[in-house]
């Protein structure tokens, strides 16, 4: 299942839904990534993205994870638009039969979501807004996957 | 063709998306690039670098070698920042 939105979400609803009627479900993990506020002297993060190919992108992250690992539900719900420190950004929540492939399908996900989807953040600081560079580490795998397409 | 523009490459350029008619010779991500940054000082701007945009073909990760058409949607951004994370 995946969304992108403009609205909050609320994770214990959108786990109890990945449960819902299902008895083979061992255990859920489950990431919820928030804006971070004040050490950084972040006063609001914009996120912007890429309608239709966000939500392909997300789809092949998905069919990815499903491919390395046994997984029973994925569910990954992001936000875009303007958001403040502490409020919620993004939701990664992946159901397997036993919690190993549950954790590392998480992890997965929430690395691959950070390089390969596409979406843009301006970050408003004492010193105004300006747009957030792609960090070392994650312009070498954007690279290695606009490469592999 | 349908361009869009993202980020910083949509503050320079002015626009989110054009429609242009590129001349038969545009053939790749990289000549598109190329022709792009003659069309206003804002468009040399932002395609200055080229090493600093990304682009997509079609919704789909493009490297600077990929073919392009009339019919395509193409977009430019630079690199995706969807955490800058802990």
Known sequence: MIRVQREDFDPAAE??????????????????????????????????????????????????????????????????????????????????????????????????????????????????????????????????????? | MKLLYFAWLRSRIGVAEEEVAPPAEVATVAQLIAWLATRSPGHAAAFANPKLIRAAVNQDYADVGHAVRASDEVAFFPPVTGGRGP
Do not use: N
């Open chain 1, 15 to 149: 786990l109890a839904k990945l449960a819902a009627g299902r008895t083979d479900i061992g255990g859920i993990a489950s990431f919820v990534g928030l804006v971070r506020g004040a050490a950084d002297g972040v006063r609001a993060m914009t996120l912007e993205h890429y309608p239709g190919m966000t939500e392909r992108q997300l789809a092949a992250i998905e069919v990815e994870a499903r491919r390395r690992w046994p997984l029973l539900e994925v569910a990954i719900v992001h936000r875009h638009g303007r958001l403040l420190p502490g409020e919620r950004i993004v939701l990664v929540a992946v159901a397997a039969a036993h919690r190993g492939e549950a954790f590392a399908a998480c992890e997965f996900l929430t690395d691959w979501l950070k390089t390969q989807a596409p979406f843009w953040k301006l970050e408003e600081g004492a010193d105004g807004a300006h747009w957030i560079e792609a960090r070392a580490a994650d312009e070498g795998r954007a690279g290695r996957w606009a490469k592999r397409s």
